[in-house]
């Protein structure tokens, strides 16, 4: 069983508000306490009206990824017993279980901003759909259950 905290994740403004010729800075967080809805759903995980734009020629205060997406759940089990036949032959019967209870893992709030590398997770302030969870962790679109659940049974003899 595999539990993680939250992906840490950056909002960018989308625009170039410090006159730098650097896209995607960050914007300015206006309400610290209003970043996450009293409700987080995958629609409105991240509140947009407590980040607004710099003022032009300044950058934003906010911090690199210092929003928290959604946690990870893997539950992954196996049960096995070995059962005596003879002195020197056994037999195995094993059971195994990945994604046990076939959670939904959520990734983190996109679309991703354009044009900011390779450094992260981040997103971009002026889209419609900012704040929404659009994906799984598996990359999969739409709120899937992504890696399905998986049960197999293996008999193992030894001899």
């Not at 279980?97 to 997103?123: C, D, E, Y």
Request: without cysteine; hydrophobic residues 40%.
């Amino acid at each position: 069983m595999s539990i993680t905290s939250a992906q840490l994740f950056a909002v960018f403004a989308g625009t170039d508000r410090a006159l730098t010729t650097v896209l995607n800075q960050p914007p300015n967080l206006v309400n610290p306490n209003g970043i996450y809805p009293s409700k987080q759903t995958a629609d409105n995980w991240i509140n947009a009206s407590a980040f607004l734009p710099a003022d032009p020629g300044t950058y934003g205060n906010l911090g690199y990824n210092s929003l928290k997406g959604p946690h990870t759940v893997h539950i992954n089990m196996a049960l096995s017993r070995t059962f005596a036949i003879r002195e020197r032959q056994s037999i195995q019967i094993r059971a195994e279980a990945f994604n046990l209870p076939n959670h939904v893992n959520l990734n983190t709030p996109g679309p991703l901003a354009s044009g900011v590398g390779n450094i992260g997770r981040s997103v971009n302030l002026n889209t419609t759909n900012f704040g929404q969870i659009l994906s799984d962790i598996s990359g999969n679109s739409g709120l899937q259950a992504g890696d399905y659940r998986v049960i197999q049974f293996a008999l193992k003899l030894m001899f």
